[in-house]
């Protein structure tokens, strides 16, 4: 992480989705992500208009209020309920019995269009919130890399073309830079120390797009202090795009407060100290789930995750970016992770 170099980053066109293939079908079934639910995503969308939901400042919030025929709706809410039992509790109907679909709001702006469910408890008007979404199988395999390479676990369950996922619970990160950031009980390098681990997990997933509205804060008063987790709540651009700074999230204009937070509270050398103490995490974490990110390379080399033109660019820019010509050697997206984690390996046992 280079904190002298700013830059802005754009990605030029919208991802397409990918299905999910046979080898990512038999993956999800063997570590218990798939599912057989009552409700599928299209039938989400059987809705006659939208009303645009605003913020309590009167903003657009670019998600809409879907607006379904009394007949279809009741079904849906019944549904709805059921899939988040089995979500949240293995498909335990005791747990809904007292909760109810508060309200049901799509996002046409995003590239699986989710649809975002708030479900309420009767009894103490608690509420949660869940999301249906189109499986698209770059999302499916970035879900999967933040389980095992990341410290976060993550809660999301697959029927054929539906993916359903659990709610992240955090400020999201523009606000937290907007407002967070002049919190004066916060310790700035705490945070600045976060984000360069971060922004070292992305590289080596291959998890592009992290702007701040594409992930949240979580803060955790600490005995002495504040501690924070930079989480992901947006995998749609995962091992997609051929610029390597996609993947590098201190390239993106919408985190420069967090790039110069870095810049005045760390030096190159606590620098490098926080993306070594990251790169033996994920060493750790990789040898303790080594047969399954076995099986999830072997299931996302059967199908196509994006172009020949963004592999060949990614595989030369990386090759540059780390100064080692094995990336050339690259032949697809996982090739290029599965290498990232080789050397990262290595570096850890040096």
């Known amino acids: 992480m280079d904190l002298k170099e700013i830059d802005d980053v754009r990605i030029s066109r919208k991802k397409p989705i990918y299905p999910v293939a046979a080898g990512l079908t038999k993956y999800l079934r ?9 409700i599928c995503y299209s039938d989400l969308l059987n809705f006659s208009e939208t009303v645009p939901v605003m913020d309590k400042d009167g903003n657009d919030t670019y998600w809409e209020t879907p ?33 109810v679909i508060d309200r049901i709001e799509y996002c046409a702006f995003g590239n699986t269009k989710p649809f975002r469910v708030r479900i309420i408890n ?3 008007d608690v509420y949660d919130y869940f999301y249906i979404k189109r499986a698209d199988a770059s999302r499916i395999y970035g879900l999967e890399l933040e389980e095992i390479l ?25 606000v937290f830079v ?6 004066p009980e916060y310790n700035h390098t705490r945070v600045a120390k976060e984000f360069v681990k971060f922004n070292e997990r992305c ?29 992901a709540i947006d995998f749609d651009q995962q091992f997609y795009e051929g610029n390597p700074r996609v993947y590098m999230p201190q390239y993106f204009k919408e985190n420069f407060p967090l790039v110069k937070l870095a810049m005045d509270h760390l030096n190159e ?8 103490e990251e790169r033996s995490s994920i060493v750790h974490r990789v040898r303790s789930e080594r047969h399954r990110i076995r099986d999830l390379r072997d299931a996302s ?27 050339l050697k690259c032949e697809s997206m996982t090739d290029i992770v599965e290498l990232n984690v080789k050397n990262v390996i290595r570096q850890v046992k040096l």
């Open 122 to 124: 009767r009894l103490n």
């Open 150 to 174: 990341s410290p976060n676990q993550v809660n999301y369950l697959v029927d054929r073309s539906t993916l359903v996922e659990e709610h992240i619970v955090g400020i999201p990160g523009d």
């Open 30 to 38: 063997i570590y218990q992500r798939d599912a057989k639910l009552p």
């Open 301 to 327: 080399k059967l199908q196509v995750l994006s172009t020949p033109e963004n592999i060949k660019q990614l595989r030369e820019g990386y090759g540059s970016f780390f100064n080692d010509q094995a990336y």
């Open 178 to 183: 907007k407002n967070g950031l002049l919190t």
């Open 203 to 231: 590289i080596i997933s291959l998890l592009g797009d992290m702007r701040a509205y594409n992930f949240v804060m979580q803060i955790t008063p600490d005995f002495d202090d504040f501690q924070f987790r930079i989480r």
């Open 269 to 276: 050398k606590t620098v490098r100290q926080y993306q070594q």
């Open 67 to 99: 607006l379904y025929p009394p007949h279809l709706q009741d079904n849906l809410y019944e549904g709805l309920k059921v899939v988040y039992a089995v979500l949240k509790a293995s498909g335990n109907i005791r747990v809904v019995e007292h909760k």
